[in-house]
């Protein structure tokens, strides 16, 4: 098929991956919420389960609240008793009621033989696994399906999919959040299971006829279906896209461009397209120019009209950052890439098969309730938390204000600052301004202005710090690509510091005190002045002193608050599977807090 008529990256901005956000300036307003944070020991202050595995999560809206279902094992990929959990929220940023949608599924004590005549012994004893690729389905009568599928593997390599699939259950969510009782909507007959061997009645055994009829629904939903092409095998009809030779295409998503016009993506920049209605498709082809591997990738149309694609634009499969949107007119031509999220924490528990970063992106199926005003994306993180992305609409760039005077007390204003909160380091709304918290062992909170690219500025930035023996804050300009050119940090002895050629000590500050920074920047001379608490700071004879940047900049684009410093790992050259090989110390339990309020934020431009 004519490349044209397929999904494809006209851009030349791609990723520098030595760092984890690939020198890629931030989409305006994008804000990045952990929905779960993995606690092997304190698994009451998680989701209850004390798994350290956790991913594929899916997404929802219904009747006002947000729904997350994501997969989780004990350690590692594909090993031990899996099972999947509910999470949900009002607001798509405080996550709670955490409930065990799948449990874990003990297969019985029995012998099956497959299509092919392969036999496998269980002895009671064997958990299965579950691996999904969607999880939600909402009728046209409104009634929402939650979905899973039990699979099992001989080893940890290996997919439970099709032969050694058990099958794809389904239960109904209701409108205050309860759940129905488990049913099989698709067991993997080829596997060999008979019907009693299966510890969940079939679909059609429920007395709900209007369950059953949503269950149908779903079964005759071709383009829902596709999504189950790994797991159920592509044998059956209700798979329309067969695999290829010596290739499986999976982890599809799709997008209509036209009322019969649909764009099918996969994994590793595969895609296809149908003209009536995913009735039938083009071969499946490989869209060049989309640079990815096996992290998923997440493509839509936005609330605006556009589209948008969401994926890791990186060749490496191990190393799955940085998180990146792109955008488009048509949903063809894809250009703008802009970062979505480039914070990223460390990897704290060993396990097979956890790469680094963002993947198994998923936002709000077609068909569904979604927001008016942004794009929501699930995505897991090192497959050990799940996350949550608020991606303004329409997607924006540079900041172009010559002159900004924000009120951080004031929800209008915070809307345009992008924000990353890990859940014991948040980032949120009081009454006098934006609260960071910080009492992450492993992990900061980060709040960004984008600013219009200035060669000259000045900032001034008012907070009050609500300690001064422990905890740091880093205030930063930075350039479109997120170099530092000035840093000032507040450590933990009440010093402020500043960051030239060297960290130099320039004044003090004290708890619950305010504290007014005022920074001239020039890019034209490498060169910047400060004031603290409006006096600036001078030389012995009472000029005003001139500190050097911390590197050479062209241009002043970003102002950057963050709780700790920026990590610069992991690097192409550290091994998933290596790292960790152990728990990180001390990574279960909060460090005593640090909090920082900040009042006010002033820009101007004065090139």
């Not at 607001?91 to 092919?116: E, M, N, Q």
């Not at 036209?258 to 994994?267: D, S």
């Amino acid at each position: 098929m004519d490349e044209k008529l397929l999904p494809r990256y006209v851009g030349t901005v791609h990723p520098d991956c030595d760092e984890v956000h690939g020198r890629i300036p931030p989409a305006r307003g994008v804000k990045c919420y952990q929905v779960t944070r993995a606690n092997a020991r304190h698994p009451e202050w998680d989701d209850n389960t004390g798994y350290t595995y956790k991913h594929a999560p899916d997404l929802c809206l219904f009747h006002g609240r947000y729904y997350i279902q994501y997969l989780c094992n004990p350690e590692s990929e594909h090993l031990g008793a899996g099972q999947s959990i509910l999470a949900s929220s009002a607001d798509g940023v405080h996550w709670d009621r955490f409930t065990v949608s799948f449990p874990p599924y003990r297969i019985p004590a029995c012998t099956i033989t497959d299509c092919d005549g392969k036999q496998t012994q269980f002895s009671g004893d064997t958990f299965a696994v579950m691996h999904q690729r969607m999880s939600f389905y909402q009728t046209k009568t409104g009634r929402m399906l939650v979905s899973g599928f039990y699979g099992f593997t001989p080893e940890a390599w290996i997919c439970p999919w099709d032969r050694r699939g058990i099958g794809r259950v389904v239960r109904e969510l209701y409108e205050d959040g309860t759940l129905s009782d488990i049913y099989f909507i698709y067991p993997n007959w080829q596997a060999g299971w008979s019907r009693d061997q299966l510890l969940y009645p079939l679909f059609d055994e429920c007395p709900d006829e209007g369950f059953k009829n949503a269950c149908r629904e779903l079964l005759s939903d071709r383009l829902a279906t596709q999504q189950w092409a790994e797991e159920n095998g592509d044998k059956d009809d209700i798979i329309t896209i067969k695999h290829g030779k010596n290739q499986s295409y999976q982890a599809f998503c799709w997008y209509h461009t036209a009322p019969e016009t649909v764009i099918g993506l996969f994994k590793h920049s595969f895609c296809a397209r149908s003209d009536d209605n995913g009735n039938t498709w083009s071969p499946v082809q490989k869209s060049w120019s989309l640079v990815m591997s096996g992290q998923k990738v997440w493509g839509c149309q936005t609330p605006d009209g556009a589209y948008a694609m969401v994926y890791d634009p990186t060749l490496e499969t191990q190393h799955r950052y940085p998180l990146c949107i792109t955008t488009s007119k048509d949903g063809l031509a894809f250009d703008n890439m802009r970062l979505v999220c480039g914070d990223l924490t460390q990897k704290r528990y060993p396990g097979l098969f956890k790469d680094f970063g963002f993947q198994y992106m998923r936002g709000i199926c077609e068909g569904m309730d979604r927001p008016d005003d942004r794009l929501l994306i699930a995505y897991s993180v090192n497959k050990e938390d799940i996350w949550i992305a608020h991606i303004p609409t329409p997607v924006c760039g540079e900041e172009t204000a010559p002159v900004l005077h924000e009120s951080l007390a004031q929800a209008d204003t915070l809307a345009n600052w992008n924000l990353y909160c890990p859940k014991w380091a948040s980032a949120e709304p009081h009454t006098d301004g934006l609260l960071m918290r910080d009492a992450d062992p492993a992990d900061y909170c980060r709040a960004e202005r984008l600013l219009a690219s200035s060669a000259r500025c000045s900032i001034t930035v008012e907070l009050t710090p609500k300690q001064d023996t422990h905890g740091c804050l880093y205030l930063t300009l930075c350039t479109a690509q997120g170099a530092d050119a000035v840093r000032i940090v507040l450590r933990d002895d009440g010093t402020v510091y500043l960051r030239t050629t060297t960290e130099i000590p320039v004044g003090t500050y004290r708890a619950d005190e305010v504290l007014s920074l005022t920074v001239h920047a020039d890019c034209r001379t490498f060169c910047c002045t400060l004031e603290i608490n409006g006096v600036p700071l001078c030389e012995p004879d009472g000029t005003v002193r001139t500190f050097r940047f911390m590197r050479a900049a062209n241009s002043i684009s970003r102002f950057v608050l963050r709780t700790g410093a920026y990590p610069h790992t992991p690097t192409l050259d550290m091994d998933p599977e290596e790292y960790p090989k152990e728990v990180l110390p001390g990574i279960d339990e909060p460090v005593l807090e640090s909090s920082y309020l900040i009042h006010r934020f002033d820009f101007s431009k004065t090139d």
